[in-house]
Nanobody, 120 residues
Framework: QVQLVESGGGLVQAGGSLRLSCAASHITFSSATMAWYRQAPGKQRELVAAITSGGSTNSADSAKGRFTISRDNAKKTVHLEMNSLRPEETAVYYC??????????????WGQGTQVTVSS
């Protein structure tokens, strides 16, 4: 069974930094597109940043220049380095994995989420 376990969330002051990590198991990690999403209370889940199996990255406009996503295929982990955090970025951050089989079917997996709280 695929497992994605997030860590690194917590309470930080505005302008501070946090590094989130997601450890994956029972998945062909090197072939997966990994991503971080977040969901604030009363809002829809939104993409923060993603990284493909080849290392190409994409991020939300609000995250550009402040957040960096990276992956370590040997350790099956993906990280999200977040700098200059803002109170409005308080949310539960979720790790996401997408794997496409050789038959073209895409499987999506989610972690349980980690709370990030940014105080003003």
């Amino acid at each position: 069974q695929v497992q994605l376990v997030e860590s690194g969330g917590g309470l930080v002051q505005a302008g501070g930094s946090l590094r989130l990590s997601c450890a994956a198991s029972h998945i062909t990690f090197s072939s997966a597109t990994m991503a971080w999403y977040r969901q604030a209370p009363g809002k829809q889940r939104e993409l923060v940043a993603a990284i493909t199996s080849g290392g190409s990255t994409n991020s939300a406009d609000s995250a550009k220049g402040r957040f960096t996503i990276s992956r370590d295929n040997a350790k099956k982990t993906v990280h999200l380095e977040m700098n200059s955090l803002r109170p409005e970025e308080t949310a539960v951050y979720y790790c996401n994995a997408e794997v496409t089989s050789i038959w073209g079917r895409t499987y999506t997996y989610w972690g349980q989420g980690t709370q990030v709280t940014v105080s003003s």
